[in-house]
């Protein structure tokens, strides 16, 4: 199985901040990346596929880079509403895996 | 807009056979990869296997011997079977699309199961 590790496994930010968390697997996954939000009592909710590619409806304010084993998830301007849990998830093979997340909270 | 809507007891008890529906609506369950995932309280999510539209099915090798995924294509739902359940199954059970490009887009707003002893 690929393992992903997420980094950090939480940080708090203020609103405004530019917030940056990375993923790494644990062997080559070309770009096949996806990250996810997830609220409390909530579905995870797609952002980014293709390691880079905002899904349909999401705001710019997030983006995606990397390819190999290492990926980063960029917010440019810490909003009250993107407080939440973030993960990553390859999908270059199975089984489907996902990094422990990371939990941005109010600073 | 495509919708998945999971269904399903809340409650198992231990050693029992967990059955789930997910139900698709706005859209087609022909041309998809559809696939479960799970979430224990408070923890990350794992993904449990999917089934194409056509009734191919893979599995994680962790839980392959107790899953069992099928599709009914004339109701628009695949389902989830989860044999020998014990405390460790209590999850958030989703239900999710795969797109063409192997990532998933749509995902189910979730059930709660609870194993109980």
């Known amino acids: 199985d690929i393992q992903m590790t997420q980094s950090p496994s939480s940080l708090s930010a203020s609103v405004g901040d530019r917030v940056t968390i990375t993923c790494r697997a644990s062997?080559?996954?070309?770009?096949?990346l996806a990250w996810f939000q997830q609220k409390p009592g909530k579905a995870p909710k797609s952002l980014i596929f293709?390691?880079?590619n905002l899904q349909s409806g999401v705001p710019s304010k997030f983006s995606g880079s990397g390819s190999g084993t290492d990926f980063t998830l960029t917010i440019s301007s810490l909003q009250p509403e993107d407080f939440a849990t973030y993960y990553c998830q390859q999908y270059n093979s199975y089984p489907l895996t996902f990094g422990g997340g990371t939990k941005v909270e109010i600073k | 807009q495509v919708q998945l809507q999971e269904s399903g007891p809340g409650l198992v008890k231990a050693s029992e056979t967990l059955s789930l529906t997910c139900t698709v609506s706005?859209?087609?369950?022909?041309?998809?990869?559809w696939s479960w995932f799970r979430q224990p309280p408070g923890k990350g999510l794992e993904w449990i296997g999917y089934i194409y539209y056509s009734g191919s099915t893979n599995y994680n090798p962790s839980l392959k011997s107790r899953v069992t995924i099928s599709v009914d294509t004339s109701k628009n739902q695949f389902s989830l079977k989860l044999s020998s359940m014990t405390a460790a199954d209590t999850a958030v059970y989703y239900c999710?699309?795969?797109?063409?490009?192997?990532?998933?887009?749509?995902w189910g707003q979730g059930t709660l199961v609870t194993v109980s002893s």
């Open positions: 062997q080559g996954i070309s770009n096949y």
């Open positions: 706005g859209g087609s369950i022909n041309d998809y990869y």
């Open positions: 999710a699309r795969a797109t063409g490009r192997g990532d998933y887009d749509y």
């Open positions: 293709a390691a880079s």
